[in-house]
């Protein structure tokens, strides 16, 4: 029941850390780049164009804007160190005051260790 939901989070989260989400973003800005460019050019104009990096378009530059956001967000984050403070006195421990076996649990079933029984004995008839 929960299978479903919880594989698509899997997804979502996997889509989010490894970028992924831009590199699709950014296929649909080329995509519609492409697109407006072939009403106006000839096919290699109009690739030449989308692609060479020189003419982007509104969508791609806010990708870009986002991405260096993005970046610029991760490299400012502090890295918390952990300290432990020193401590001033011994530590103790002490054993429990009872100490009782558990009782051993054979999870082996009994009918797979014995061997089977033996064919009862056939009549000779000739």
């Given at each position: 029941?929960?299978?479903r939901p919880g594989k698509l989070i899997v997804v979502v989260l996997l889509v989010q850390t490894t970028g992924l989400h831009w590199a699709a973003l950014q296929t649909?800005?080329?995509a519609t780049m492409l697109a407006n460019n072939l009403r106006t050019h000839s096919l290699t104009e109009a690739v030449s164009d989308t692609f060479d990096g020189e003419h982007p378009c509104c969508m791609c530059k806010a990708i870009a804007a986002a991405k260096k956001a993005q970046k610029d967000?991760?490299?400012?984050a502090p890295v918390l160190k952990l300290e432990f403070p020193?401590?001033?006195s011994k530590i103790n421990l002490f054993p429990p005051t009872e100490f009782a076996?558990?009782?051993?649990?054979d999870f082996f079933p009994r009918s797979l260790s014995r061997k089977p029984p033996l064919p009862p004995p056939r009549l000779l008839l000739a």
């Open positions: 029941m929960f299978a649909v800005a080329w967000s991760e490299a400012v020193l401590l001033a076996w558990l009782p051993q649990i």
